[in-house]
């Protein structure tokens, strides 16, 4: 790899969480190595589109300046789609939370300000094996290369073949993780305001649920850019996978993305747009369930999605922050270490008990219930369906209206759909989120 063999830390994935930690680490006088597996730092970054930015502020306090912010999110939206009715609610924010952008610029920002405080970044290299000797890390194997270092953070996102071979985490379950495919859309700023009702640098989130996923558990997206729409589609691989084994889903991923940016209700917002850029990956779906068993060991400490800290409230979702904050308790932890004997394993401890304490801990554990909701396609069909139906009683009357629990009773009954059955689910899911 022609660099030096001898690190005080080495931090593998050069994501949020790896860049908080590199960032930190070096700024506070450490050397430090950063190994990336993709072409170029950020290559392999794929996701909706919106960060909240407080968390990122403890990190780097000139977010706001310097960061590549696209749109600051001044509206939320959710809607519940059936065929081509849509029933839609929307949220104006009152103050700046949360902002879109893509995450490759983002992730390359902050690899920058890594570099500056004096990381040493090296992309392609793939990282084989975190090398241990008598129960202790003594850094990181390429190829026939092995690169030293008192300590490492593992920060190799969800794929987690490094932690596997530690026996720190088991493989992946089709029921722990999800895919989320894209569509980038690109389009002139002003129309994007006009057709989203937007002022200047204000943005929207918008989720979506129903028969895009063709009633199975997932959801849709859509995220303003500053000149482009992100859209996509999550799907919960392990209910995916079971539908299509009878049959269920005959479609590939792709055309149901296909499908949703076709949507009679959706695609006047993007019309005239050109597609620029497609792809695809796996995201979590299990919150603590995927934590690894210990986010420590002698000399090693896990972030970001490889420790599983990607948090779904179910009406949210928040992955990078909570990526950038564990990057930077780690740093924290590491530090203390070194000024108290070194980082061995009882001095790393104290990172899972700043996790534990931190809000990332709380969040995922308030929300863990949210997994149930995902897995059980009553939410995506027929929810979605007798809501629709019922909105269409209310407002697709000629004559007499029906009063508004009469309008979702009669649905219920015609989709046939227990309101007992369903009051009881709506009221799990309440208490879940």
């Known amino acids: 790899m022609n660099i030096p063999s001898k690190f005080d830390t080495i931090v593998v994935g050069a994501g949020p969480a790896g860049c908080a930690s590199a960032y930190l680490l070096a700024k506070a006088g450490f050397k430090v190595l950063v190994l990336e597996r993709g072409r170029g730092v950020g290559s392999k970054e794929l996701w909706g589109g919106k960060a909240y930015a407080q968390p990122l502020r403890d990190v780097w306090p000139e ?7 696209h749109r600051w999110v001044s509206k939320e939206r959710f809607s519940l789609v059936w065929g081509e009715r849509a029933l839609t609610i929307e949220y104006k924010l009152g103050r700046k939370v949360a902002f879109t952008t893509y995450l490759t610029e983002l992730v390359n920002w902050m690899a920058r300000k890594a570099e500056n405080a004096g990381a040493l970044i090296v992309d392609e290299v793939r990282v084989e094996e975190i090398v241990v000797k008598d129960g202790k890390v003594l850094g990181v194997k390429s190829g026939d290369d092995i690169v030293y270092a008192d300590a490492v953070i593992d920060a190799e996102g969800v794929n987690r073949l490094l932690l596997e071979k530690l026996g720190l985490v088991d493989k992946l379950s089709p029921d722990h993780v999800a895919l ?29 649920a129903g028969d895009i996923t063709l009633g199975l558990p997932g959801g849709g997206f859509i995220y303003t850019m500053r000149d482009s729409i992100s859209i996509g589609l999550v799907l919960p691989i392990g209910p995916a996978a079971r539908a299509a084994e009878k049959g269920l889903l005959k479609e590939h991923v792709s055309s149901l993305v296909e499908a949703f940016r076709l949507h009679p209700y959706f695609r006047s917002f993007w019309r005239e747009a ?4 497609y792809g695809g990956r796996m995201t979590i779906e299990a919150g603590l369930k995927l934590m690894p068993r210990k986010l420590y060991m002698n000399g090693l400490l896990v972030v970001g999605d490889a420790a599983g800290f990607l948090v779904n409230t179910g ?43 931190s809000y990332i801990y709380s969040e995922l554990k308030n929300h863990s219930g949210i997994g149930d909701v995902m897995s059980d396609p009553f939410f995506f069909q027929k929810i979605p369906q007798v809501a629709v139906k019922a909105a269409s009683k209310l407002f697709e009357a000629d004559y007499e209206e029906p009063k508004l629990i009469r309008s979702f009773l009669n649905a219920a009954k015609e989709e046939n759909i227990s309101l007992l059955k369903t009051i009881y689910k709506l009221g799990r899911v309440a208490g879940k989120l």
């Open 274 to 277: 050109d597609v620029i850029e």
């Open 315 to 357: 009406y949210t979702i928040r992955g990078v922050d909570t990526a950038v904050i564990s990057g930077k308790l780690a740093a924290e932890a590491l530090i203390d270490a070194f000024n108290n004997g070194g980082p061995t394993e009882e001095n790393l401890k104290s990172y899972e008990e700043k996790v534990k304490k």
């Open 63 to 69: 977010l706001d300046k310097e960061a590549p912010i």
């Open 180 to 208: 989320g495919v894209k569509e980038v859309l690109s389009l002139d700023p002003k129309l994007i305001e006009e057709r989203f009702m937007l002022n200047r640098n204000e943005g929207l989130a918008w989720f979506v």
